[in-house]
């Protein structure tokens, strides 16, 4: 077992198999990859972490430290690290929860997108918004299920005037 005491235990075994395989010098180059991310992952989730963050501001050092001292920004850091663990963990709950959702625009969206009836029309994006205002293209807000919207313009033969 490696000797870091301040540790949880499955995060000294996750350090113990990066040391093992640099040892042995057999394990295979995705292994390496897998113990190198696994130990990656249980360092960023060991409740040491948060120890030493929390040590670190009962002894008075700001944010701005504590995040340069992690490699983050200190909104980052304070979203990470700031509050009570209930806080804690109800913040990155709902960030979980958001990086679930589908992450590209739907393909079967009716009409056309701001850009891609800008680029049809050969005008720039804030010239289709000012048509829409102006009445002159036919747009809507289209709501998904899951909370996402998107302005779909619908523009026809007629609206190719300036």
Same mark, same amino acid.
Do not use: C
């Given at each position: 077992?490696?000797?870091?005491?301040?540790?949880?235990a499955?995060?000294?075994?996750?350090l113990?198999?990066?040391?093992?395989?640099?040892?042995?010098?057999?394990t295979?180059?995705?292994?390496?990859?897998?113990?190198?991310?696994?130990?990656?992952?249980?360092?960023?989730?060991?409740?040491?972490?948060?120890?030493?963050?929390?040590?670190?501001? $009962?002894?008075?050092?700001?944010? $701005?430290?504590?995040?340069?001292?992690s490699?983050?920004?200190?909104?980052?850091?304070?979203?990470?690290?700031?509050?009570?663990?209930?806080?804690?963990?109800?913040?990155?709950?709902?960030?979980?929860?958001?990086?679930?959702?589908?992450s590209?625009?739907?393909?079967?969206?009716?009409?056309?997108?701001?850009?891609?009836?800008?680029?049809?029309?050969?005008?720039?994006?804030?010239?289709?918004?000012?048509?829409?205002?102006?009445?002159?293209?036919?747009?809507?807000?289209?709501?998904?299920?899951?909370?996402?919207?998107y302005?779909?313009?619908?523009?026809?033969?007629?609206?190719?005037?300036?």
């Amino acid at each position: 077992m490696t000797p870091v005491p301040y540790l949880s235990a499955s995060t000294r075994a996750a350090l113990d198999r990066v040391v093992a395989g640099n040892l042995a010098d057999t394990t295979d180059a995705l292994q390496r990859l897998r113990d190198l991310r696994a130990l990656l992952l249980a360092l960023e989730q060991d409740p040491a972490t948060l120890q030493a963050v929390r040590e670190a501001l $009962d002894a008075g050092t700001g944010w $701005d430290e504590i995040a340069d001292a992690s490699g983050l920004k200190p909104a980052a850091a304070k979203w990470r690290w700031q509050g009570t663990d209930a806080e804690i963990a109800e913040r990155h709950a709902a960030g979980r929860k958001r990086s679930a959702r589908p992450s590209s625009v739907p393909t079967d969206l009716p009409g056309l997108s701001v850009s891609e009836a800008a680029a049809q029309l050969g005008v720039s994006a804030q010239a289709i918004y000012l048509r829409v205002t102006r009445g002159s293209l036919r747009a809507e807000t289209i709501q998904l299920p899951d909370g996402r919207s998107y302005k779909r313009v619908f523009p026809d033969e007629d609206s190719t005037g300036r």
